[in-house]
């Protein structure tokens, strides 16, 4: 079926349950009856991830994810896709009804505005969090879909870096204070900055998985170079090991030889980590951010919604 629409099959094993319960449910108008699509002759039903998010929801099934985890978008160059994969990925599993918080930490607020908010409403950050010790949950904000929760960042977050140098165990703050709410999510998705800085550092060390999105041209190949040199050190400096590094193309372009060469490249000598899935460069992705909507209400059958929707799948296994 399409993406986004579910056939009563695959409906019934994301939410980890037979295609008889969801008969049954029908039947007893637990709920909705799934749409109705007519292709030729044949009419088929489907559901939506937004059926799936309402069910979940509504019934309290509880998610099929087998562990919970923290993910952060990162590499230190700027602009590779971070704040904007990343707010549509949150987004995404937000909609399949895994409970989702997503944290901006990155003082320009590109997450923030890329999930429709505006950076300077807020007048805490994760700076008064970590450094002036007040709860993380005052800096929590809800967002348009009850599954997902952010924390929004801005320029009161910048002062974190030279504040973090003087403090004890200044690397584990931010790993530190995420204890305090991380059992109330599935999956918690961090935007990095980019920089290697110590705030990136705190990032790394809170987290189960790297998500790297790099550009498919030869500066971003010597990134890649850079960013596992990195995080090498880190791994023997702090005893450390990260459950899972996923690094995927974006803004892929075949008609382009450069393209199609450093994809051919980061295939080789990264094996071990590069998604299948790549995310073909589409402007839809830029005007659905300019308006602070995601891809998936924006423009749902656009490319960049086809191409997150597959990503998500890959990486979660879903
Ligand atoms: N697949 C894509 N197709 C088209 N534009 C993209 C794509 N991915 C990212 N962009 C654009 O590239 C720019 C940089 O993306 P951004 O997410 O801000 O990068 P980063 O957070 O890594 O600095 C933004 O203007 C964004 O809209
Ligand atoms: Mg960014």
């Known amino acids: 079926m399409k993406d986004g629409m579910y056939t009563i099959g695959e409906f019934a094993s994301l939410l980890g349950v037979s295609k008889a319960v969801i008969y049954k449910w029908e039947k007893e108008g637990k709920i909705n009856k799934a749409k109705r699509v007519k292709r030729g002759k044949t009419m088929y039903r489907y559901y939506t991830a937004e059926d799936i998010r309402d069910l979940r929801v509504d019934m309290n099934i509880q998610t099929p994810l087998t562990k ?38 990155d003082p320009q607020g590109h997450l923030t505005k890329c999930l429709g908010c505006n950076p300077e409403d807020f007048s805490k950050t994760l700076y008064d969090v970590i450094i002036n010790k007040v709860p993380i949950q005052s800096v929590i904000i809800s967002s348009k879909l009850t599954t997902l929760d952010i924390i929004p960042a801005n320029l009161g977050l910048s002062p974190i870096e030279l504040s973090l140098t003087s403090l004890h165990a200044r690397e584990f703050k931010l790993k530190r204070v995420l204890t305090d709410i991380e059992d109330s999510y599935d999956i918690i998705v961090l935007d990095a900055p980019p920089n290697i800085g110590l705030l990136n550092l705190n990032a790394i060390l809170s987290v189960n998985d790297l998500l790297v999105p790099v550009l498919a041209d030869f500066l971003s190949y010597d990134g890649l170079k850079i960013l596992f040199e990195t995080l090498r050190d880190i791994e023997d400096e702090f005893e ?79």
């Open 68 to 105: 919970r985890r923290k993910q952060l978008f990162l590499n230190f160059k700027g602009g590779t896709g971070k704040s904007v994969i990343s707010a549509n990925y949150g987004y995404r599993l937000a909609q399949h009804g895994f409970k989702i918080l997503m944290v901006d930490l």
């Open 240 to 318: 450390y090991v990260l459950d899972n590094i996923y690094i995927f193309l974006n803004r892929y372009n075949e008609s382009m030889n450069i393209s199609t060469r450093s994809r051919d490249a980061i295939r080789k000598n990264y094996a071990d980590f590069v998604c299948d899935t790549m995310i073909r460069q589409n402007t839809t992705l830029s005007d659905a951010t300019a308006l602070g909507m995601s891809i998936f209400e924006y423009a749902p059958n656009s490319r960049a919604a086809i191409d997150i929707n597959k990503l998500v799948n890959e990486i979660l296994d879903i």
